[in-house]
């Protein structure tokens, strides 16, 4: 089980906008306390009582200004696709790929994502003490995971149901897939909305 299913299986991972996000952080704080030391003067009094916008650059890009307009409108267009495509790719739905057992021509096996779940949320929810259970396929074609949920009535002995659901549940998935492995996490909660109670 390679370390990126297992990952997977735990949760969509947002690695890359938190990357970003922290990035856009790190600049931002840069960039004040670098305005907080000129402004406190501890570069020099001239350059604390020098205006936000110098001079010279204001200079500049008054000799140059259709190469500024330009410069704007390429940084622009280049923010607005870079925003554009970190928005769609956050709201992108995460993956439910299916698992190819068979890929030889003319007799290809393959069970989709969604009956992989169904299978393995009926078979969980027939454990007693679960009183729903919802299951989600993630991961990719190549390393297919398990995401799984249970909620147990008031009472129910976890670890009697952490064994059944290794050793029935996930047995039985990675028995009919015919695989070694099948990266799952789980999270249980407790249903407090059943009246049932297990003892």
């Known amino acids: 089980m390679s370390v990126s299913a297992a990952r997977r299986a735990q949760g969509r991972s947002y690695r890359g906008e938190r990357t970003l996000t922290a990035l856009v952080g790190v600049l931002a704080v840069l ?21 936000v916008l110098d001079p010279i650059a204001v200079d500049w890009l008054s000799g140059h200004a259709l190469y500024a307009r330009i410069g704007a409108v ?62 989600r396929s993630v991961g990719t074609v190549a390393e297919p995971a398990v995401r799984i949920t249970l909620w147990l009535a ?4 976890v670890r009697q149901v952490w064994e059944e659901l290794d050793s029935f549940v996930l047995t039985r998935a990675r028995n009919s897939l015919g695989v070694e492995t099948l990266p799952t996490a789980v ?12 003892r």
């Open 154 to 157: 008031e009472g129910t002995e």
């Open 31 to 51: 960039a004040g306390a670098g305005a907080l030391v000129v402004g406190m003067g501890w570069l020099g009094q001239f350059r604390g009582h020098r205006p």
């Open 187 to 198: 999270r249980i909660e407790l249903d407090t909305a059943g009246s049932a109670r297990v």
């Open 74 to 135: 390429v940084l622009g267009v280049l923010l607005l696709v870079l925003g554009l495509r970190w928005f769609f790719r956050s709201l992108r739905p995460e993956r439910r790929p299916d698992l190819r057992l068979d890929e030889t021509v003319g007799a290809e096996l393959t069970v989709t994502g969604g009956a992989l779940a169904g299978a393995v949320q009926t078979d969980a929810e027939s454990l007693e003490g679960v009183t729903r259970a919802r299951v």
